[in-house]
């Protein structure tokens, strides 16, 4: 049974860099599936941030692309995410997940318990 | 980019009652779609992929249809631990993108 675990500072002040890892046991990250970010503003819905594949292929939400960074360590069983300029929208829970591959992009089979990260001064 | 819309956002039902859900993609996702309960505190856990294929461990009360624009999660028989929002995720594009969500209240 996969486990993620995100990790990463819980306050960042407005135009700096929000920095987390997600960090995966009982699983290779090297096996073939998709590694994703997804977030969640307070009292609204799932936004979709941002997936990596294994081999280091990335895809991003375009509203955020500009802003946004998502690398994968294999040899710490990590995969990371950096958003930069942030404001207080992006105020939100921030979930890790694992996708599942298909003939078309992935669907999330595994979630981290996530974490809230706030954006203040 | 393609936009899911939930409908109803809220949902009033009693324990034993056959509940539907319905998810519309702005364009033909063919059958990529997933569904997602999520529950206060907690993160989604996924009901059902490829729009009707139910995952391990999930009851079978739940069921999910469609195809192209209109697709359908059913749950046949409401169960106490159902109330929950539940999401929809569409999967055909490099831009995967989620449904505004379903609450499902007591009524």
């Known amino acids: 049974q996969v486990q993620l675990q995100e990790s990463g500072p819980g306050l960042v002040k407005p135009s700096e860099t929000l920095s987390l890892t997600c960090t995966v046991s009982?699983?290779?990250?090297?096996?073939?599936?998709?590694w994703g970010w997804i977030r969640q503003p307070p009292g609204k819905g799932l936004d979709w941030i941002g997936t990596?594949?294994?081999?280091?292929?990335?895809y991003y939400n375009p509203s955020l692309k500009s802003r946004l960074t998502i690398s994968i360590d294999k040899s710490k069983s990590q995969f990371s995410l950096k958003l930069s300029s942030v404001t207080a929208a992006d105020t939100a829970v921030y979930y890790c997940a694992r996708g599942r591959p298909t003939p078309m992009v992935s669907y999330f089979d595994s979630w981290g318990q996530g974490t809230l990260v706030t954006v203040s001064s | 980019d393609i936009q899911m819309t939930q409908s109803p956002s809220t949902l009033s039902a009693s324990v034993g009652d056959r509940v539907t859900i319905t998810c519309r993609a702005s364009?033909?996702?063919?059958?990529?779609l997933a569904w997602y309960q999520q529950k206060p505190g907690k993160a989604p856990k996924l009901l059902i992929y490829?729009?009707?294929s139910l995952e391990s461990g999930v009851p079978s009360r739940f069921s999910g249809s469609g195809s192209g624009t209109e697709f359908t999660l059913t749950i046949s028989s409401l169960q106490p631990d159902d109330f929950a929002t539940y999401y929809c995720?569409?999967?055909?594009?490099?831009?995967?993108?989620f449904g505004q969500g379903t609450k499902v209240e007591i009524k």
């Open positions: 009982d699983y290779s990250i090297n096996s073939d599936y998709y």
């Open positions: 990596i594949y294994h081999g280091g292929s990335t």
């Open positions: 490829k729009a009707s």
């Open positions: 364009q033909s996702i063919s059958s990529w």
């Open positions: 995720q569409q999967y055909n594009s490099f831009s995967e993108t």
